[in-house]
DNA sequence: TAGATTGTTAATCGATTAACAATC
DNA sequence: TAGATTGTTAATCGATTAACAATC
């Protein structure tokens, strides 16, 4: 059974928006202060309806003839999305790539702010990565409590993520986003992002495969 | 415009193979050796009869009550998504993420393999991570072409992402996945793939804030 | 004004789901 | 055999695209 939806617009659409901001942060950047959705869709390869009906979803209206004002486009998106309220999160796993989501500054953008860093290992425990110091795994649950997180991403092994996920639960998580190739087993009304780009590697390398062997 | 499909299976049946690659293995580890359309339904959160239509794609066939051989069923998948063939890569950007993505082991598993990094910065060239050595973005395009490398990983700022994705069409690169959180603008016939997560924590975020502010 | 672009309502397309005979 | 599961053919659902009047 797949879960019920909890969004009102389709998640191909909402995958695009953040795609369109970042095309219209750089248009701002450059000095333009309207653009239409043909410019949108020409720069971004889709077509001109398309843009049109994502950008209905944050509620802007634009002009015709004019299209729509850049930074008011811009302040539509971040509401809609949410990036405006930020978030406290917990990551657990200081591996290179759980160290790579400890510095990675776009997360500001998006509102997620990663408050801790918890690992298993004892030679980490205590040492600062990105300012951000390393605890020991076993205190995730009074941490998370103390601080009321509510979003945690794993970047632990695939045979470690079932168990961090159930903790994290315990400790208060609804939100997990998870970087570890493993199926995991959750409970109802947990909210569940894969994060893993093996996914997104494997799209790219199956594109190129049926090209060199077609 | 949105380029032609290269696919003769869907993109979203294509992004669930791997998913079920990855339960089937957890599965083959505990030595179970078939398995039902039900049965993956089930752990995954799927309806069975998407489940049979994912696995048709493969080519592979299963048995009335009792389903599928677990290894011929990971091996169908391993010849469909082309991981039995090795490519080369170059990666761009040594930073965190870059280094992150240099020591990925389940690179092996999708059949990738980075042989060179790059960066533009002299105080990192010439080092070692992860065993492998880092050269100046200038040597890339040399390298690439006596390498006839094809796939080019782009782990550098955004600023810098147009620019090096041009660098590595001029190589002879012709397979592109974007890291940088950046709108390329690419001839046709490049396969580009998206890995920015961004995307990814958007999805999350939204489902969490909508939850939160019902 | 003329022409381009908008938002809305309707049509199409593609993916998911249902139905069901075949089969282990 | 009886019952569960398969693969196939048809129906449904949802997202994309088209058509078009309104408007700047």
Same mark, same amino acid.
Request: glycine share 10%; charged share 20%; net charge positive.
């Given at each position: 059974?797949?879960?019920?939806?909890?969004?009102?617009?389709?998640?191909?659409? %909402?995958? #695009?928006?953040?795609?369109? @901001?970042?095309?219209? $942060?750089?248009?701002?950047?450059?000095?333009?202060?309207?653009?239409?959705?043909?410019?949108?869709?020409?720069?971004?390869?889709?077509v001109p309806i398309q843009v049109r009906k994502d950008i209905a979803n944050t509620g802007i209206t634009g002009k015709p003839k004019t299209g729509y004002g850049i930074k008011e486009l811009l302040r539509a998106i971040e509401d809609f999305m949410g990036w405006t309220n930020t978030y406290d999160a917990i990551i657990v796993?200081?591996?290179? %790539?759980? #160290?790579?989501?400890?510095? @990675?500054?776009?997360? $500001?953008?998006?509102?997620l702010n990663i408050v801790k860093a918890f690992d298993n290992d004892p030679n980490k425990v205590g040492k600062l990565f990105h300012n951000k110091e390393i605890h020991h795994v076993d205190e995730l649950e009074t941490c998370c409590k103390r601080l009321d997180v509510k979003t945690g991403i794993i970047t632990v092994p695939a045979e470690n993520a079932q168990e961090v996920a159930e903790r994290m639960i315990k400790s208060g998580i609804i939100a997990i986003w998870n970087f570890a190739?493993?199926?995991?087993?959750?409970?109802?009304?947990?909210?569940?992002?894969?994060?893993?780009?093996?996914?997104?590697?494997?799209?790219?390398?199956?594109?190129?495969?049926d090209k060199l062997n077609r």
């Open positions: 059974m797949p879960s019920k939806e909890l969004l009102n617009i389709s998640l191909p659409a %909402l995958k #695009r928006l953040p795609v369109y @901001y970042n095309f219209l $942060k750089s248009q701002e950047k450059e000095g333009v202060e309207t653009i239409t959705a043909p410019a949108i869709a020409k720069a971004l390869k889709l796993g200081t591996g290179d %790539l759980g #160290r790579a989501l400890l510095g @990675y500054e776009a997360f $500001k953008t998006y509102g190739p493993a199926i995991l087993d959750l409970p109802e009304g947990i909210i569940y992002q894969q994060g893993d780009i093996g996914i997104s590697l494997s799209v790219l390398k199956k594109k190129l495969f």
